[in-house]
């Protein structure tokens, strides 16, 4: 998205040239005045007075910048409070100008302690980023932080204003100010309001309030960036230069990925002609085939860099020869590839999920930051930049999300792309799977030992695969330490060892990764009298739970589809008897408007001489819950929490 809203930015310096100014105070009370916090806040840690954010376009020497500034006064009203706000720190990034920072302290008796700037410093985050950092001075209970900052960044098209927190508002303003002759549009999101417009002299202004925001915390299973009260804004009309014609929509963004991705000359239709041959594609290969050599092909052999500095690194025939690609370049190697070979794919590009649903009714171009290529005759989708991913498993963060494509049309010998909108569909959940399989058996000191068999597909299996492939090799029994839970984190329990099928190929085989091992688990059992307790939940792990009963704001979210399925067996001492196997039988669903069950937990035992087996089955088919099914879904997570703390009883006979 980068090189395309660059090229946005210069088609509107080309076609505006703006004097008006609007000027907007950048200071603040002279002679400040405490607040009174409404009272339904009144147990809050903080409470946000007021924060306004006003954006304004200007143009210096012919360049488009957007100026934003932020007032913030926020009241602490605990201890907590003065330990969120005693401390401040701002990024500094580049292609930002800071114009403004000012931060004071005002204390109910009046006293204020403002930041002076050589109370500022620069330094370095955890993350080895530039900020700066200062200290709040005189913070205490009931007292009032006020901050001023503004910055100067390259013009802003797009963007997004979150105005929801932990901590309630009790007034939010959004203002986004521009030259009458362009036209920017607002819309809220999870109850903040759209934005209305209006035009003073030469100046429009954009603005949307808001009061008394309650405060929202995260929660798990849930999507906080997703839920939280934010206003998106475009600019969508130039009605000097094209009156009535909506610009920057979706139509345009599916242009201008087209041209990006499609348009090529003969030379690198050679050099893709030569590289499918070398990859082993035949004209007579199934298409999913096709699809496989071709992924495998690039992401094993191409390097994908964030930047190069060659201005041919876009040029597949550059690519194919350095082995090197930019995101832009691996998009269009994919493309041709496909193209050439006979394969049916449409590029596309969609949100983050986690962070905000696409809108297809509002064109924030801004949000839009994944690639990903569709096949429609195979209903499945492919992740040209994940270099582990495999055909046909995408982000997790696209699933259930809709996507923009850039569906092919050809006219005679022009050819061109539509705009279409379709669901990311996620895969069956039965293709994202952990499974055990453990036997349990005794000595004659009744000291356990565990044989287990871990396998994991799909989706369940991301982050093990690399790990496994990558990690140099006096590194893998710390891997397989992670994977073994019930070796009690102890590495000399771990008898025995091995993986299988770790190659990222299994992604599209479907073939699952296995870590096998052999473990002393004498932490499972415990003496009781005469009677033994074998914690057989343990061999689950700890689950996630919601026992809590306060209650729940945010709708449910999990991250893919998949399925747990798990055989315990028990090789049950001679002279011994299990005196409670009832306590295995726990059975939970939840079912959907039509009966269908979309998540579910079973389990059951069956004996046979000295033989107890468990079986255990678990799935979640549905990705997102509304606020209402929380207390039918949470049954079938608590069902897989209460199952790990099953403890069986062992007797003598």
């Given at each position: ?35 009174t916090i409404d009272s339904a806040f009144a147990k ?158 030469d100046t429009r202004y954009v603005i949307a309030n ?428 608590n069902a897989s929490a209460d199952f790990n703390k ?8």
């Open positions: 998205m980068k090189k395309i809203a660059a090229g946005v930015i210069c088609v509107l310096a080309a076609t505006t040239h703006i004097n008006a100014q609007t000027s907007i105070s950048d200071d603040w009370d002279a002679k400040p005045v405490m607040h809050a840690e903080a409470v946000i007075i007021d924060q306004d954010i006003k954006l304004e376009y200007k143009e210096i020497e012919k360049k488009g910048y957007t100026y934003r500034k932020l007032h913030r006064l926020v009241k602490v009203l605990d201890e907590k409070g003065i330990e969120s706000f005693n401390k401040m720190n701002f990024p500094t990034v580049e292609g930002i100008e800071i114009i403004t920072l000012k931060a004071r302290t005002i204390l109910p008796d009046g006293k204020v302690f403002e930041v002076t700037k050589d109370k500022m410093k620069t330094s370095k985050n955890d993350n080895g980023s530039s900020e700066l950092v200062f200290a709040m001075e005189g913070v205490e209970k009931n007292a009032e932080i006020e901050l001023l900052y503004e910055y100067r960044k390259p013009v802003a098209l797009f963007g997004i204003e979150t105005y929801q927190y932990s901590m309630p508002v009790m007034h939010a303003g959004f203002m986004l100010i521009s030259p009458k002759r362009l036209v920017y549009e607002g819309r809220g999101y999870n109850g903040f309001p759209d934005t209305h417009d209006s035009v003073t002299d808001k009061n008394h925001i309650p405060p929202l915390q995260n929660e798990v299973y849930s999507f906080y960036d997703a839920n939280r009260m934010r206003v998106d804004y475009k600019i969508s009309y130039l009605p000097e230069e094209k009156m009535g014609v909506r610009m920057f929509t979706w139509q345009d963004l599916v242009k201008r990925i087209y041209d990006a991705t499609y348009q090529v000359v003969d030379k690198e239709t050679k050099a893709v002609t030569k590289y499918l041959e070398t990859l082993g594609v035949n004209e007579s290969d199934p298409e999913a085939d096709k699809i496989k050599k071709i992924e495998n092909g690039i992401k094993n052999n191409i390097t994908l860099y964030k930047e190069i500095a060659d201005a041919n690194s876009w040029r597949i025939d550059n690519i194919i020869n350095k082995k090197s690609a930019t995101e832009t370049g691996i998009n269009r190697l994919f493309a041709a590839c496909f193209l050439q070979a006979g394969v049916t794919a449409e590029i596309g590009i969609t949100s983050d999920r986690t962070q905000a649903q696409f809108d297809n009714n509002f064109e924030n171009w801004n949000q839009m930051e994944n690639y990903v290529f569709y096949f429609p005759k195979q209903g499945k989708f492919l992740y040209p930049t994940g270099t582990y991913y495999r055909y046909p498993f995408v982000p997790a963060s696209m699933l259930t999300n809709k996507g923009l494509f850039c569906k092919l049309m050809k006219l005679g010998d022009i050819s061109n792309a539509i705009a279409d909108v379709r669901p990311i569909v996620p895969m069956n959940y039965a293709d994202s799977k952990s499974n055990i399989d453990a036997t349990i058996s005794f000595n004659n000191e009744m000291e356990a030992k565990t044989d287990i068999v871990y396998s994991f597909a799909g989706y369940s299996a991301f982050g093990l695969r690399e790990a496994a492939v990558l990690l140099p090799k006096d590194k893998i029994k710390e891997l397989v330490q992670s994977v073994v839970g019930i070796a009690d984190g102890k590495p000399e329990n771990i008898l025995t060892y091995s993986l299988a099928n770790e190659a990222f190929e299994n992604y599209t085989t479907g073939v699952p990764m296995r870590v096998v091992a052999t473990v002393n688990t004498p932490q499972l059992v415990e003496k009781a009298g005469p009677k033994y307790i074998l914690k057989i939940g343990d061999v689950i792990g700890r689950q996630e739970e919601l026992y809590q009963n306060t209650e729940r704001k945010l709708p449910m979210d999990i991250s893919y589809p998949h399925s747990l399925n798990r055989t315990i067996t028990v090789v049950i001492p001679a002279g011994y008897k299990v005196l409670n196997p009832e306590t295995i039988n726990i059975n939970a669903d939840f079912k959907n408007s039509e009966g269908v069950a979309t998540a579910g937990f079973h389990s059951s035992y069956a004996i046979d001489g000295n033989k107890l087996t468990v079986t255990i089955t678990e799935f979640y088919s549905q990705l997102h819950y509304e606020v209402t099914d929380y207390e039918a879904y949470r049954k079938v997570i099953v403890n069986l009883l062992l007797s003598n006979k």
